[in-house]
């Protein structure tokens, strides 16, 4: 059942994939002007005007480039960077593992933040701790992280001289000062998606806590831990899940400034440079990036509604 | 505050002060070798530096790239002036008007790394640049050395230029970062142009050791560099730091030993408000204001009406407070530009109180303005639009609103168009609009390219379209003057028959301040790209 029901959500997942192409492929081609022309005039990507158009293959009918374009990236060919003419591919196996390090990161401080603190909230609703908490959520969700990045950049070095570590450290050359340096911008990212999770994981459960069987389970002389984890919190946070499949472009968006603030080469910097220097090839390359990752994860979280909830099926 | 004529020369005076005291005192200590040094710098769009024009590319060559000449850097030269000294070239003599010999020093060696592999620099790699950099498709900067007809190599180490025509700036153009870093063939036939970073290979005192997009890179110690005993620090790494938030803590926590800003600077706002924590941080920090190079100005089609009327463009100039445009975007410090050849080239600029009749021309005075417009024919004024980019900066957003509303007063209705910054370069920064553009302009090192690019017909960048045979009369024969003396005062009568014409509304630029770390000796700072050419002799003392 489980395996035919995660065939089925592949098989939706194709589609969605390939508009999202559709729409990465157009996008850049829609842009006012003739791009190219502009190209051409900053950059010294090419010799002329129909020399550049060949080489994005834009002297060809759109349909006939999409196809073309598809078929390569399916084969895992997305095409050479104009900037720094390393195939695309390449230059993303460099920097996907610094951005996908520091999502995950993020991910799993705001899970490490949200969960617990979401439980005592609703376990201890209307105590202090539970004011203390929500009113720390509302903070956590309205501190922009940049807000919060300089900050946290600024201040220590105008108190006591000191600053992050700037240039990125290789977890190879020197492991500590490489969690030392990713912890900071994860923790900024993390902090807002644990807010926002923090709250549903409270609401959720306070909801669970009031059924029947919850109240069956107290009767029982089950223990607090028991009811409220085993009984409550395993029923309360399939809505949490999804929350958390729909933070990810949120935290991949954020990177974008947080990888700049702390000078990480991570492919959101890559996309952000790509789009200064007219880099089509790229931007198309991570947008096309951003956008599987989105689909796998929402595929990722429907599996998982499977196994945390056998009644679910298709 | 603006800077009064005064103000400029105390400033001058101080500077040479500076200047000559100083020398004494770094003469006296002793060159000490090793070291790194920490810098904030940027990545380059490409590493071709022919096939760029942006500073990003240039800075970076000025490390590893030598030319045929340079300007003389150190503590004892003023900023804003840039004599001329061997680079490459161990001597020159000009036989004619039109024609340069160079002899080349002996010895010189490429950096250690395929293909040229430590192989001695010749005449015929000089040759080859100079040929490359004047035909290659897609070179911006290639009318810098428009003049030349030919280059020859006479010998193994002679290098001999022949110009079509006189052209007095002509090694004033060599020198330039922003133009014809040596470079050898065999690099470009190998990795088809000079794009990537593999391909940084020159003679200069310092070689990129390892490059990385969005973090940095990092400059080792030529150890054959053809000066003896140059560089005296080993090693110079690079941050690529793109968020000023982060520049600034860096900078307080002694992270970089110069201001982060080309050149070497610290914007007055962000100085104010780190300076006195840098006290109790960083107590050796020395510094140093001198006029900046970036012009402001507001372009307009003086080819079409309503900007052909004289009138009109004296009015435009009259609307402009000045004073107030300083205060409000530099804090006060700042200087009231006059046309042609910003108040940062000492040698060659003209005061504004020193433009004669056309002086009036730069005073604020809205109610005179008023007058002119509805005396050219616009009692009401007009509307018109004002094609600029943000270029990121809210100094620049600032400046443009300002103007904008200046105009305004007078009764122009400019309506701002803005435009994504490629968009704006390829397009209005070249004079491509239609009514009016405006926008910070190139930091030149030579009163030519201020005056012949911006004023002669048929340039580039003459985006007000200026064609005026009188003005263009009088640039030419600027560049046939080959005594600098003579030649001043032709720039002068330039300067003060532009002040009259107004093409341009000049706006007012920046005083900069230039910060270093007290530890670096023997370095002085100035306007220009040369980064490395002003580390070159520098040591540190830590």
Same mark, same amino acid.
């Given at each position: 059942m489980l395996r035919r029901y995660l065939a089925l959500r592949l098989l939706v997942a194709v589609p969605s994939l390939l508009i999202a192409t559709v729409i990465v492929f157009t996008l850049p081609r829609? !842009?006012?002007?003739d791009a190219v022309q502009l190209m051409l005039a900053e950059t010294s990507?090419?010799?002329d005007i129909d020399e550049l158009r060949a080489k994005l293959g834009l002297d060809r009918p759109f349909h006939v480039q999409y196809v073309e374009w598809l078929g390569r990236a399916v084969r895992g060919d997305l095409g050479e960077s104009?900037?720094?003419?390393?195939a695309v591919v390449d230059e993303l196996a460099q920097r996907l593992p610094v951005t996908a390090e520091l999502a995950l990161d993020a991910t799993l401080i705001a899970l490490l933040i949200a969960l617990p603190v979401g439980v005592l909230a609703a376990a201890r609703q209307d105590s202090l701790s539970d004011y203390v908490v929500r009113s720390l959520a509302i903070l956590g969700l309205s501190v922009p992280g940049f807000w919060l990045a300089t900050l946290l950049i600024v201040l220590p070095a105008i108190w006591w001289g000191w600053r992050p570590v700037t240039g990125f450290v290789e977890f190879r050359a020197d492991p500590l000062g490489h969690v030392g340096q990713i912890l900071l911008p994860a923790a900024i990212l993390g902090v807002a998606s644990a807010a926002a999770l923090m709250r549903l994981t409270r609401g959720m459960l306070l909801e669970v806590l009031r059924q029947d069987y919850v109240r069956t389970a107290w009767a029982k002389g089950l223990a607090e831990r028991s009811v409220v984890i085993k009984h409550g919190l395993r029923n309360a946070v399939i809505p949490v899940v999804t929350l958390l499949g729909t933070q990810l472009p949120q935290i991949l968006g954020g990177t974008v400034v947080i990888e700049t603030i702390f000078g990480l080469p991570g492919v959101s910097r890559f996309l952000f440079d790509a789009i200064n220097q007219r880099d089509y090839p790229v931007i198309q390359g991570v947008n096309l990036l951003v956008v599987a990752t989105v689909v796998a994860v929402n595929l990722a979280v429907d599996a998982l509604y499977a196994v945390l909830d056998p009644r679910i099926r298709y | 505050m603006s800077l009064t004529r005064r103000e400029v020369l105390t400033l001058g005076g101080a500077t040479l002060a500076a200047a000559t005291l100083v020398p004494r005192a770094a003469r006296a200590q002793t060159p000490r070798r090793g070291g790194t040094l920490t810098l904030r710098l940027w990545d380059p769009?490409?590493? @071709?530096?022919?096939l760029t024009i942006s500073y990003k590319t240039h800075i970076a060559h000025t490390f590893t790239h030598s030319r045929l000449v340079r300007h003389r850097a150190g503590p004892g030269v003023a900023p804003g002036t840039f004599p001329v000294e061997g680079d490459l070239a161990e001597s020159w003599t000009q036989?004619? %008007?039109t024609t340069y010999v160079f002899k080349l020093r002996r010895? *010189?060696?490429?950096?250690?790394?395929?293909? *040229?592999?430590g192989r001695e620099l010749t005449a015929e790699d000089v040759k080859y640049t100079v040929e490359r950099f004047l035909?290659?498709?897609?070179? +911006?900067?290639a009318y810098m050395l428009r003049s030349v007809d030919k280059v020859e &190599?006479?010998?193994?180490?002679t290098v001999k230029f022949t110009l079509k025509e006189p052209f007095a700036w002509f090694l004033d153009m060599l020198a330039n970062?922003?133009? *014809?870093a040596i470079i050898a063939r065999e690099c470009v036939e190998k990795?088809? @142009?000079?794009?990537? +970073? %593999?391909?940084? !290979?020159?003679?200069?005192?310092?070689?990129? #050791?390892g490059y990385r997009p969005n973090v940095g890179y990092t400059f080792v110690r030529?150890? &054959?560099?053809?000066?003896?005993?140059?560089?005296? !620090?080993d090693r110079i790494e690079v941050t690529v730091d793109e968020d000023n938030a982060s520049r600034t803590a860096s900078f307080l926590a002694g992270?970089? @030993?110069?201001?982060? %800003?080309?050149?070497?600077i610290i914007s007055r706002s962000d100085w104010l408000q780190i300076k006195d924590t840098l006290k109790s941080k960083r107590p050796g920090l020395r510094t140093l204001e001198f006029p900046g190079n970036v012009g402001n100005h507001l372009s307009m089609?003086?080819?079409?009406?309503p900007f052909s009327d004289l009138r009109v463009r004296q009015a435009m100039s009259m609307a402009l407070d000045r004073k107030a445009l300083i205060d409000a975007l530099y804090e006060g410090v700042g200087v009231a530009n006059p046309p042609g *050849?910003?108040?940062?080239?000492k040698e060659w600029s003209l005061p504004v109180d020193q433009?004669?009749?056309? +002086?009036?021309?730069?005073?604020?005075d809205p109610k005179e303005a008023r007058r002119l417009l509805a005396a050219a024919g616009y009692p009401n004024g007009f509307s018109g639009s004002v094609c600029w980019a943000t270029y990121g900066s809210t100094i620049v957003v600032d400046h443009a609103q300002l103007v904008v509303k200046y105009l305004k007063d007078i009764g122009i209705d400019a309506k701002l168009d803005t435009k994504e910054y490629g968009a704006y370069i390829s397009t209005c920064f070249y004079g491509k609009f239609d009514s009016m553009a405006f926008g910070p302009q190139t930091p030149f090192l030579d009163g030519d390219n201020y005056l012949f690019g911006y004023?002669?017909?048929? #340039?580039?960048?003459?985006q007000s379209h200026v064609n005026d045979p009188v003005v263009a009369d009088m640039i030419v024969r600027q560049r046939r003057t080959l005594d600098p003396a003579k030649r001043r005062e032709i720039i002068q009568d330039i300067q003060r028959y532009l002040a009259r014409q107004v093409y341009y509304t000049t706006s007012v630029g920046q005083v900069y301040t230039a910060v270093w770390d007290?530890?670096?000796?023997n370095y002085g700072p100035n306007l220009g790209y040369d980064y490395g050419g002003r580390l070159l002799a520098a040591w540190l003392e830590r």
């Open positions: 829609l !842009i006012p002007g990507y090419a010799k104009l900037w720094t003419r390393r | 769009p490409t590493w @071709d530096p022919d036989p004619s %008007e010895g *010189v060696r490429w950096h250690p790394k395929p293909p *040229v592999n035909t290659l498709k897609g070179n +911006a900067n &190599a006479l010998d193994r180490y970062p922003m133009a *014809v990795f088809g @142009d000079l794009k990537p +970073a %593999e391909a940084v !290979i020159g003679t200069g005192p310092w070689m990129l #050791e030529h150890p &054959a560099y053809f000066v003896a005993g140059l560089p005296n !620090i992270k970089y @030993d110069l201001g982060w %800003e080309n050149p070497g089609r003086v080819d079409q009406r *050849v910003p108040v940062a080239l433009l004669g009749e056309g +002086a009036k021309n730069f005073g604020y004023y002669y017909p048929g #340039e580039m960048k003459n007290g530890a670096l000796k």
